[in-house]
């Protein structure tokens, strides 16, 4: 029978650091993670959730498709200048937080890029630009004041939803989401373009 004596006993008691001290290290070591900078453009499929790439592609195809309808080409007939467009209201209707005010201006940069659509300020971006032309009014010098009275007027309001459904038999998952967009001519209430985008992702076990 051993019997640890007070010798054995101190070994005993740096072993169990020894070993308390390395598992420790080799536990923050694997915690430890690393960063790198990506392109923004790279597609980065961490998950099967709706992501920067989506917002992108699905703005630039869908507004690609509503310049080729017939609206377009009849107001370039009978207009000078490019149609303006106020952006009323885009509506996450789906179960996860998506960031709506990226996907619109995902929206207005790939027609302002293309040089054929104006677009007007809407809502608190509009206000808080009237309220510095009312501060111009009072304190800039008087040829340098924007005037009031003489705002562009928006022709066509551009407004609609982003839905999910998803799928699930606990091995696999499938996420599912449809963006409808539509266009209205204000004028005449007239719906002049309606579009929609669909996009399915599969994702296996390990990514849920």
Same mark, same amino acid.
């Given at each position: ?12 008691? +740096?072993?169990?650091?020894? +070993? ?36 992108? +592609? ?29 952006? *009323? ?46 501060? *111009? ?20 309001? +551009? ?36 579009? *929609? ?12």
């Amino acid at each position: 029978m051993f019997i640890a004596t007070p010798k054995h006993s101190k070994w005993t008691i +740096l072993s169990v650091k020894g +070993l308390f001290t390395l598992f420790m290290a080799m536990l923050l070591s694997a915690c430890s993670g690393s960063v790198k900078r990506l392109d923004t453009n790279e597609d980065v499929m961490l998950s099967d959730r709706w992501n920067d790439t989506d917002s992108r +592609l699905v703005a630039e195809e869908m507004m690609g498709d509503m310049l080729t309808f017939p609206w377009f080409r009849d107001y370039n007939f009978s207009n000078k200048g490019n149609p303006t467009v106020i952006v *009323q209201s885009i509506r996450n209707k789906t179960s996860e937080h998506i960031p709506v005010e990226t996907f619109i201006n995902d929206i207005k940069r790939s027609l302002l890029r293309a040089g054929k659509v104006d677009f007007v300020v809407s809502g608190a971006e509009r206000d808080d630009v009237r309220a510095e032309r009312e501060e *111009q009014e009072l304190n800039a010098a008087p040829d340098t004041v924007a005037k009031f009275g003489l705002e562009q007027g928006a022709g066509f309001a +551009l407004s609609g939803t982003i839905n999910s459904i998803v799928d699930s038999n606990g091995d696999q998952r499938v996420s599912f989401y449809q963006v409808d967009l539509k266009l209205i001519d204000m004028t005449t209430n007239r719906e002049v373009w309606n579009g *929609q985008k669909k996009i399915k992702k599969l994702a296996d076990k390990g990514f849920f």
